[in-house]
């Protein structure tokens, strides 16, 4: 799971964390107690949430039931969160083996977090191309590709290491994919740095866009057809 959907908050100590967890499953399904549980995956940035059975839990792997897509996402993400009353913090898994057919998931290495993507006020979605984008600036423009694209902004990674001030106000020349017509918008828009640096997929600047009512137009039709495309994707292969 990358980083930006989550923080970890560690209690004790890694270790003695996912030792506690594991007694946690091991006592709730040992009492039979009926918990509610659901597994959350960001799927190419759309969240994919539903119930999840508790079946066994085997040395430190948690054996559990569940629902056809969120197996489809399991596959994919290789990894999940983990929301459950019986624990105080929602839980981030690791993914140990997955049957998409059967509809069953084993689960390990458990961690307290923090769903960091939970805050946010809108979804950010993953694009598949990339699409062009140009960080413009006095010294000239910075060639890059849109990573992933919210009615609030962008992630953007550079061709080369770029100097930005987080808050700094800097413009882009951006291409919004139009799904239906398989042709690209180009908007050129005012933006905020959010931050710019490495993370886990190399450098990669993030930008809050300023009101600009054409590009949010422009954009919300995108977020509702990639949506789309992606819902139908994950049903075509649970």
């Not at 999940?80 to 981030?92: G, M």
């Not at 890059?144 to 962008?154: A, H, M, N, R, T």
């Not at 239906?180 to 886990?200: D, F, M, P, W, Y």
Request: net charge negative; glycine share 8%.
């Amino acid at each position: 799971m990358e980083r930006h959907y989550y923080r970890e908050s560690i209690k004790q100590s890694v270790g003695e964390d996912c030792a506690e967890i594991v007694a946690g499953f091991r006592d709730i399904i040992k009492s039979g107690a009926r918990v509610g549980l659901r597994l959350v995956n960001y799927y190419k940035g759309l969240p994919i949430s539903y119930p999840a059975t508790l079946v066994e839990m085997t040395g430190g792997v948690l054996e559990l039931d569940v629902h056809a897509q969120q197996a489809v996402a399991l596959e994919s993400t290789r990894c999940t969160f983990i929301k459950c009353a019986h624990f105080e913090h929602p839980l981030l898994a690791e993914v140990q083996n997955v049957d998409v057919r059967r509809m069953m998931a084993s689960l390990y290495r458990f961690r307290f977090v923090e769903i960091m993507a939970e805050q946010r006020v809108s979804l950010r979605l993953e694009l598949e191309p990339p699409s062009d984008a140009e960080i413009l600036g006095e010294g000239g423009g910075v060639a890059g590709k849109v990573l992933d694209i919210s009615l609030g902004g962008f992630s953007i990674r550079p061709s080369q290491i770029c100097q930005l001030d987080k808050g700094a106000e800097v413009p882009l020349r951006v291409m919004v994919p139009n799904l239906l017509q398989n042709t690209h918008t180009c908007l050129e828009i005012n933006s905020r740095v959010i931050n710019a640096g490495t993370e886990e997929n190399g450098n990669i600047c993030r930008f809050s866009i300023l009101s600009d009512p054409h590009a949010e137009g422009v954009i919300s039709r995108f977020i509702f057809q990639r949506q789309v495309d992606i819902i139908r994707e994950i049903k075509e292969q649970s």
